[in-house]
């Protein structure tokens, strides 16, 4: 026969449940649900890749395959599966091209940093090229309406 | 007969391209005109030979003549005329046929131009790249993806595919064609194509005339003031090519969107940014010395990157749904692609120095440095999607692992400098080419500003909209339509005031004067517009898919949907058509029935989604069809999207087309010297 627990024993036992409780990852409600509904089956769909098709996303792929992986997308989620444990396994399956966003690591660190090194390159290089103004412009020019063009200066002269 | 005549009038057109190549070459060796005329005239010639040879294509495929093998991979019985022949472009060969006539047309210029005598120089080096790349394509067309084999069954009872008639052969004509891709049958197939095609090929003019002016050595902006016009008709085709073939995708891929980051998407999409900003800093090459550098290395990677897109759609190197099925054609526009931007490239670079020029910008609130930053961010849009599109080659080269770029990665990047874009429209109407009017400018501002707020509060209240970035992008669109439409209505009221006009001259009037600069805010607001329909789909779009017995209904948006009942019929040569009705209300009160419909194909195995669509100016209701049980038919599902704002998207395409028409209607903010000035024939002249 088990020993009774003690008050202060059970108050242990209590607030570690509750702490657990906190501190465990949080899964989405929907993920007990025993039968999801489509839309939370296409939420899922909608990022992962048709492996045989050209480009199209797996919830809105007519083929039947495409159709079986969404019921196993349903089946997973009624399951529990989070999010991530369903695309992480639809990736070690059929490989890093049924993600519509490809895997932080390796090589495609390229696709994440590239991006902003090249807009701010850009920048940086437009405002190292353009000239400070002396003083302030003066505040009287108005807005011209026709395209006035200034005289061509280097008009038809050749180089050679 | 009119197949032999086709492929005829294909082979001497080509050896022309070819006779015309070599004789620009000896005239540019010699020095002398006589072969550069020659040259001239073999290209009038050209056009006209290349018309025959699509004439007696598009007969065939009218009279659906299935012994030619390409109007039986594309054709079939049922086809209606109008299918029958948009199938012209339905395929790789036809296509490809398709824009060596369109390149032979826009080439017609350089034939009938009247050219000023201190313009002959550019001539030859344009007449250099037109053969060049009129000969490359009716290569293809003649030796790789020849549109006019036939079937022949030979004495020995093997079957080749030949256009002329081998020894002792006789004609195979099948019973039946193969017929178009059910997804190409389709309106959206007798536009998109050929619109997107003469955006493409257009660009070959300013190329060339680029090409003429690098490597006859001048430094001046003639080229960029002939180039003009087809600089923006080409804009134009590619701009509606590419919101047609959103449309479309609308309209039949049945996801409920209307742009899905394909490719090829992004292939098309990449001269039009770089183009875009070609028309942006050309203007700034009429009224400062400078941008020549600038504007030549923009008009080069136009047109690279509009052989890149060929290449990209038609080798089958990367996987899409625009793809040409399997073809040889790869190598070969690889090292043609390669070959002339690198040619391009390097006449740009040996030519860097001479184009030096003393204009400085200044980092002011001005049009110019605005003009700039917008610039700045189309480039780097382009970037961006260029290396999107070539990483997945990339990542199986090096790491040989195959990656799929979707669009969360396009959208995360690309998303705020689009809306960065929209505000630099909304602002430029405020600055001045130098030296803004700050009084204006805040008294401007105090009218706009505040007008412009109400653009999210309407959204918040009477919308219901939430989300703070979508509110921030409305308010940036509501502020770039209010600060265009002052930028008109202040000229409209000055003109007014001054000249006591009658209210419906005086609105007139600033068009007539300077109809360039109106139709150029015409195009902004277009554009405006057109992100006002994109902000709604992408940030407020709703969707719900359910499945629903007769009777039952789904809420989405504020509407619900009922579904009714479906109707199956057959139609000509067995398809199955099943039409369902969703019967929609909003708070109990009837407002129309979708018909999302699904025909099936059982000869070819595929099956095409055509949405049910109710639409007005605040909100599309879109459903598509997924799928039913066939026996008791009382169940079916439905995906049901609800997506504000998106006819916005195709207005302001309709905008951006006046807008292009308008800016170039002949009139008075026209350069007097731009236009074309009694001509001494070309020839009997000698090169400088």
Known sequence: MLDPISAPKLRLILLLAVLLSVVQPVRPTWAQDPTPSDDEVNRIASQLYCPICDNLSLDVCPLEACQQWRDLIREQLAQGWTEREIKDY????????????????????????????IVLGAFALLVANLKRPARQTPAASSEPDSPEIEPDHQARRKVN | MMATLGYLTLALAFLLAVYGLLAVLLGLIQKTVPWIESARLALLLIFPLVTISIASLVFLLVELRFDVAYVYSVTSLEMPLYLRLTALWGGQSGSLLFWSWLLAGFSLYFGVHKWRNDDADLLPYALLVVFFTL????????????????????????????????????????ADGQGLNPLLRHPGMIWHPPALYLGFVGFIVPFA?????????RRDRRWLELSRPWTLIAWVFLSLGLVLGMRWAYDILGWGGYWGWD?????????????????????????????????????????????????????????????FAGSDIGLPMLIYTALLSLSALGLLVYRWRDLRSSHEPEFTFSKETLTLFANLILLSILMVCFLGVIYPI??????????????AWYKRITGPLFILLVFLVGVCPLAAWSGTNLVRLKKRLLIVL???????????????????????????AGFSVLTLLADYAGRVATDWRRKEQHPAAALWAPIRRNHRRYGGLLVHLGIVLMSIGIIGIEGLQQETQATLAIGEAVDLGGYTFRFEGLD??????????????????????????????????????????LPGLQSNLAVDLYAILVDWQPISQDQATFRIFYNPLVTWLWIGAGLLTAGVVVALLPGSSRRKDVQTVQVEPLAGQKLR
């Open chain 2, 568 to 609: 199956h019929r057959e139609e000509q040569a067995g398809w199955l058509v099943t039409e369902a009705r969703l019967a929609i209300s909003s708070e109990g009160d009837p407002v129309g029935t979708l018909y999302p419909v699904r025909e099936i194909y059982p000869n070819m195995g595929m099956a095409v989604t």
């Open chain 2, 263 to 323: 490719p090829v998407e992004i292939a098309a999409l990449l001269p039009w940014l770089s183009s875009t900003a070609l028309i942006h800093t050309a203007l700034l090459q009429e009224r400062r010395d400078g941008y020549a550098r600038w504007n030549l290395a923009l008009v080069l990677l136009t047109f690279a990157l509009v052989i890149f897109g060929t290449f990209i759609t038609r080798s089958g190197v990367l996987s899409s749904v625009h793809s």
């Open chain 2, 394 to 407: 990339l990542s199986e080269l090096i790491t040989d692992t195959q990656i799929t770029v979707g669009p």
């Open chain 2, 450 to 476: 505040p007008i412009s707020l109400l653009v999210p509060l309407v959204a918040w209240f009477s919308g219901g909209v939430r989300h703070g970035v979508v509110l921030a992008a409305l308010w940036l």
């Open chain 2, 135 to 174: 000969g490359f394509f009716l290569m293809l067309n003649l030796f790789m993806e020849p549109p006019f084999e036939r079937f022949w069954h030979l004495p020995d009872g093997s079957r080749v595919l030949s256009v002329l008639k081998p020894q002792g052969a006789w004609l195979l004509t099948p």
């Open chain 2, 209 to 217: 005339l680029a090409i003429g002016s690098l490597a006859s050595g």
């Open chain 1, 90 to 117: 639809f990736i070690a399956q059929y490989g890093d091209q049924v993600s519509g966003e490809p895997p932080r690591r390796g090589l495609n660190w390229v696709l994440y940093l590239a991006p902003p090194i």
